[in-house]
Structure formats: C-alpha cells, structure tokens
Nanobody, 122 residues
Framework: QVQLVESGGGLVQPGNSLRLSCAAS????????MGWFRQAPGKEREFVGG??????YYSDSVKGRFTTSRDNAKNTVYLQMNSLKPEDTAVYSC?????????????????WGQGTQVTVSS
C-alpha cells in the first residue's frame, strides 16, 4: 500500500508563488507516474499536471505557470506554482499510478493523498 502526504499549501497573494510537495512511502516510487489534481468548492476534480519519468504534462489553465518535478531518491514529487491567480484556489492532491504513463482522469490513479488547501487572495 502506498501512502501519499502533501504539504506546502497555504494562503498566498495573487502573483506570488507556492511549492507543494508530495512524499510517498510504501511502494516503488520510481515506477509510478504521478499526477496533481485540484478541486474547488462546487467543482469537479481537475487535472493540473503530471510526470512520468522525465516527461511532464499540464492542463492548459496552468501551462507556463506550474511545473512538476520528482526526486526519486527522496520519493517526492513537487508542484511549483508561479503567478498564482484567485481561480487557482482549491484543494490540491497528488496521486500515484501503477504505470509509467500519466493519465488526466482521476480514475486512472491508484493512490491518493489527503490534499492540501491553496488559497490565492489579497
């Protein structure tokens, strides 16, 4: 069983940056594709970005502003969020997929973290 724990969320002003971390334990981290999703109140869970090996993928809404990376030695995946906007406010969750290919659908993932709140407001 894989456990995922996110950290790094918080309150930030528009235009500023935040970096989320997702630490994994209990599995072979290097063999999993990792995804980031977010869910705002009253909205569906939305794919933000993902990484498999060295390939990365992003939704159009965050492309050019967000970057995901991974450190297999630390069993950790990161989401660097720059130029944050109020519409980025959501609970952000990381997810692990037992395949080395990113899926943009939540159902494509096998393990989920509990999520961390990101609020962008002045």
């Amino acid at each position: 069983q894989v456990q995922l724990v996110e950290s790094g969320g918080g309150l930030v002003q528009p235009g500023n940056s935040l970096r989320l971390s997702c630490a994994a334990s209990g599995g072979t981290f290097s063999s999993y594709a990792m995804g980031w999703f977010r869910q705002a109140p009253g909205k569906e869970r939305e794919f933000v970005g993902g990484i498999s090996g060295l390939s990365t993928y992003y939704s159009d809404s965050v492309k050019g502003r967000f970057t995901t990376s991974r450190d297999n030695a630390k069993n950790t995946v990161y989401l660097q969020m720059n130029s944050l906007k109020p519409e980025d406010t959501a609970v952000y969750s990381c997810a692990a997929r037992r395949r080395m290919s990113v899926s943009t659908a939540p159902i494509g993932y096998d393990y989920w973290g509990q999520g961390t709140q990101v609020t962008v407001s002045s």
